[in-house]
């Protein structure tokens, strides 16, 4: 199912580093995207949300790894076609930072097909340009060589690898200030309505520590703590 507004609506609440909290208690330990940092202005003190839309490149290849490879159908040019409106762009680099896999105008023609985000655990170049698309990027770092010195591209919406976290087609990514986390699509609904509480209850201890509480028995809340917190929140105080 695609995501839904309400819960695209919730997760922009969330903080990344809630989700892996939330991820980790059912079991979910590799799910922060290693190398994605918010790297452009547009990326800076924002909270985004989308669909991941997968990108694949593996080891240049002489052969195949080519200026002239960039006009073949299968190409990060026709990859960029085929995105919905709203999704997040996901490439998996290899963590590869000596190339840049897109520039200022790959980029320029992600803003208007009206894709949120850019995730990749390899580099861009451009980085003047990039930056004047006001495409929100999260990668890891700037690099002045084209894609094709390091790396081939090879395809599209398949399963990747992106900073040590597999990602499929579909599944949902939230960026931060933290970096960027996957959600499983199966799992979205149960996480978000953890998330959603678990940043409800941090809020309430958060109250606690500013009104001098002491941390043990307090976080994690005890059975004490806890009745004083549904209380709180049941009379609307938290």
């Known amino acids: 199912m695609p995501l839904s507004a309400e819960t695209r609506s919730q997760l922009e609440t969330v903080t990344t580093a809630t989700l892996t909290t939330v991820l980790l208690k059912k079991g979910l330990r590799s799910v922060w995207m290693r190398g994605a940092a918010p790297f452009s202005p547009a990326a800076q003190g924002r909270r985004l949300v989308g669909e991941a839309f997968t990108l694949r490149f593996v080891p240049a290849r002489e052969d195949l790894a080519t200026p002239a490879s960039w006009s073949n159908p299968i190409s990060t040019r026709a990859a960029i076609e085929a995105m919905p409106e709203g999704v997040i762009a996901v490439a998996d680099a290899m963590g590869r930072t000596d190339a840049g896999i897109f520039g200022d105008i790959l980029c320029a023609r992600l803003v208007k097909r009206g894709v949120t985000a850019l995730v990749t655990d390899g580099a861009l170049r451009d980085v003047a340009g990039v930056n004047g698309t006001g495409l ?103």
């Not at 201890?205 to 509480?213: L, S, Y």
Request: glycine share 12%; hydrophobic share 45%; with cysteine.
């Open 136 to 238: 929100p990027v999260w990668c890891a770092g700037g690099a002045a060589p084209p894609s094709v010195a390091s790396l081939t591209f090879v395809g599209w919406q398949e399963p990747i690898g992106c900073g040590g976290v597999a990602v499929f087609p579909g599944d949902i990514v939230v960026c931060d200030g933290d970096g960027c986390v996957l959600i499983p699509k199966d799992m979205v609904e149960a996480v978000t309505a953890e998330a959603v509480e678990q940043e409800r209850l941090e809020g309430w201890i958060m109250k606690q520590v500013e009104a001098g509480h002491a941390l043990p028995g307090l976080y994690p809340a005890n059975a004490e703590n806890k009745a004083r917190y549904e209380a709180d929140k049941a009379a609307g105080r938290a």
